[in-house]
């Protein structure tokens, strides 16, 4: 586990080595499919089965895209079984002796430990790793501020990518990233707001002129009656139906112009707002 470890550490670092990698292993592991029983397949039995436990690893730990898949049948698994390295996925958080991450509870003690560890490019890895699933799952929740996030890590990425920061800079700021995230999950509760209304909130907000005509406490006030209103009127199959759609358009924009909000930004407002609609509406009608 200490090698694999080391390993995809060493891959990911080279120029497009993960993609070449994962490439070379699944041709081999078809050459070798082709070939055995033959005596020279045998012979190369041990490192098929190495090779397959660090692609495994490497795709399970920093893939995140389907990847093509390799041959799959039954002799094929119980040849490589018996190699000196298992063909399971192994998983690299276990083997940085690390405890499965929850990034809504990531403590500054696992960020540290990720900053402190020797193999910076597995530890970019797993930070982009794991952000990226996160921010998946809080866009099913919060559109605007999922939204938000997604940019600073492409943002981080794409610095990293150009070579304009270093490994250890875009490490601190996927690291500042994490906090920010797991700053979110308290702030519903500072504002005094629900998850849901925190959405609307944010959906509402996202507007500087809006912020500053209306004030905080006004477009909470929104948040509130919005949800309120549209958690009465969505239906199962509100989503597919025009009418309903039109008729929360309406009332949506009826709430922006009673509280004054700037009509030149309703449009785009609304738009956001029964987006956020969309995916909550779901989780909603079935609860």
């Known amino acids: 586990m200490k090698f694999i470890e080391e390993d995809i550490d060493h891959i990911i670092g080279q120029e497009d080595g993960r993609s070449r990698f994962i490439k070379n292993v699944t041709e081999l592991t078809r050459a070798f499919a082709l070939v055995v029983p033959d005596p020279s397949a045998i012979k190369i039995r041990d490192d098929v089965g190495f090779f397959q436990a660090v692609r495994s690893a490497l795709i399970k730990n920093t893939k995140t895209k389907r990847v093509e898949g390799i041959p799959t049948e ?20 276990a083997a940085a002796r690390f405890n499965k991450p929850d990034i ?66 875009v490490i601190e700021e996927l690291l500042e990233i994490a906090r920010k995230m797991r700053e979110e999950e308290k702030r519903g509760v500072n504002m005094g707001l629900t998850d849901d209304e925190v959405a609307f909130y944010d959906a509402l907000a996202d507007n500087e002129s809006a912020r500053e005509v209306l ?68 989780e909603w009608v079935n609860t």
Do not use: C, H
């Open 215 to 282: 004030g905080d406490a006004t477009l909470k006030k929104i948040a509130k009656e919005l949800v309120d209103m549209v958690r009465r009127n969505v239906t199962i199959d509100w989503t597919q139906r025009e009418n309903v759609q039109a008729r929360l358009r309406l009332m949506v924009k009826k709430v922006l112009r009673k509280y004054g909000y700037p009509p030149d930004k309703q449009e785009k407002a609304t738009l956001t707002v029964l987006e956020q609609a969309k995916l909550l509406g779901y």
């Open 74 to 93: 039954t002799f094929i698994q119980q040849i490589l079984s018996e190699a000196l390295v298992s063909d399971k996925v192994i998983d690299i958080f």
């Open 104 to 169: 809504s509870i990531l403590s500054d003690e696992f960020l540290a430990e990720v900053r402190d560890m020797p193999q910076k490019n597995l530890a970019f890895e797993m930070l982009k790793k794991l952000l990226n699933d996160e921010i998946k799952i809080r866009m099913k929740k919060n559109l605007v501020k999922s939204k938000s996030f997604l940019e600073m890590l492409e943002k981080a990425i794409r610095e990293y990518t150009n070579k304009s920061i270093e490994t250890a800079q």
